[in-house]
């Protein structure tokens, strides 16, 4: 059986260190590597539904993240990899069905702190480590530069 990493990936500076853990943890295990961004749209943010058409911000944000995405993963060759797009109001739980969807064997994630509103809340990392059914690896790598 193949094994399958999903990497989940925001728009934050620590993302490409969260991407290059994910890669190497494929290299090591000769895995597949399903790179995942949700979008969330915070469920108060008044959607522009009054316009004809629906509302254009999250085309453009799930456009935006592609390109990003894409960006980032454009000199990966020597692994097996697939890129997700997914809007969603709960991000930890889109990862989670995301990891059961895919079968993965593991998560990686991208851990960026803790501020008061975190520690009453959680962190979306926290809550996927929290729940997930299978291991979870948080990457903690600051950005370069």
């Not at 501020?115 to 370069?144: F, M, Y």
């Amino acid at each position: 059986m193949a094994l399958r990493i999903l990497a989940a990936i925001d728009d934050s500076p620590r993302a490409p260190q969260v991407l290059e853990a994910a890669l190497e943890q494929a290299r090591l295990t000769n895995a597949a590597l399903r790179v995942l961004h949700v979008i969330a749209i915070p469920p108060e943010f008044p959607p522009a539904g009054h316009t004809v058409g629906g509302d254009p911000l999250p085309a453009y944000m799930l456009k935006i993240a592609g390109e990003r995405l894409r960006k980032l993963l454009q000199d990966v060759h020597d692994v097996t990899w697939e890129m997700v797009l997914q809007e969603s109001h709960k991000p930890s739980q889109a990862i989670l069905e995301q990891a059961v969807k895919y079968e993965a064997d593991l998560i990686v994630i991208g851990s960026h702190g803790y501020d008061a509103i975190d520690r009453l809340l959680g962190t979306t990392a926290a809550k996927v480590v929290n729940l997930s059914p299978i291991d979870v690896l948080v990457v903690h790598r600051q950005p370069h530069g």
